[in-house]
């Protein structure tokens, strides 16, 4: 039974009906971060103050490569979605929210890009 | 429309300080920390791909007494992050919402992010030949 009157919605005040699929994204992300960090954290702890021929064969190493682009890829965008939420939480006005959504995004974006690119750069710089 | 003035819930400052409330609140704090650990660890990829003399740079900064301090702290965000995160996967699965259960696993995801943090730090200077 739907108790509200259709006006509602057609103001715009209504449900948007996409808040499933950014729970269940959080979610999945989450879960393919667990062994993806472990695997970063012992990796790296393993790699602590190496000079630059190390790490760049330990980088040009093809699954090191893949895992570190895949943690990249999927960790800025599950910081995103979680930034998202604190956002909407705490800016009240519409268009600080919008403004501040949007720097967000472009952030977590061209760090993304930028981590995945420098990973690429190397791997494929024939060292 | 949507911006009128509405009633308001009463906020952090009302309630008794409890331990999940803790934990929810340090997990958000935490997530923003990682977020930060993201962005060092881009800044360190990109320093590799730039080529050896800006690399030795960052490499002399995170190697500094005050990078060193602002990787821990990363490493503890991380942890917490990471073993609070799995807390809330149980929770979604339905399972672990009692208080007491509630209360233990928070408990136990504050010693799994120390312990998580110290081991990291301990391999760390291991294999840096510390000991």
Known sequence: MNFRHPIGRARGLGSAKHGTGHFIAQRVTAVFLVPLLIWFAVAIANLADADYPTIVSWVSSPIVSVLLVSLIGIGFYHLYIGLQVIVEDYVASDLNKLVTLLILRAVCFLLGVAGIYSVLRISFGGF | ?131
């Open chain 2, 1 to 131: 429309m949507a911006n009128r003035a509405r009633p308001l819930s009463p906020h952090l400052q009302v309630y008794r300080w409890h331990l999940t409330m803790f934990t929810s609140i340090v997990h958000r704090v935490t997530g923003v920390g990682a977020g930060v650990g993201g962005l060092l660890l881009v800044w360190w990829l990109m320093a590799a791909a730039a080529g050896p003399d800006y690399f030795d740079f960052v490499r002399s900064i995170f190697g500094a007494w005050y990078g060193r301090l602002v990787l821990f702290g990363v490493t503890w965000s991380l942890a917490f992050h990471l073993a609070n995160g799995i807390r809330h996967l149980v929770w979604d699965l339905g399972a672990g919402f009692d208080l007491k259960t509630s209360h233990t696993s928070g408990v136990i995801t504050i010693i799994a992010s120390i312990v998580l943090t110290l081991a990291v730090w301990v391999y760390a200077y291991w294999s840096m030949g510390a000991f």
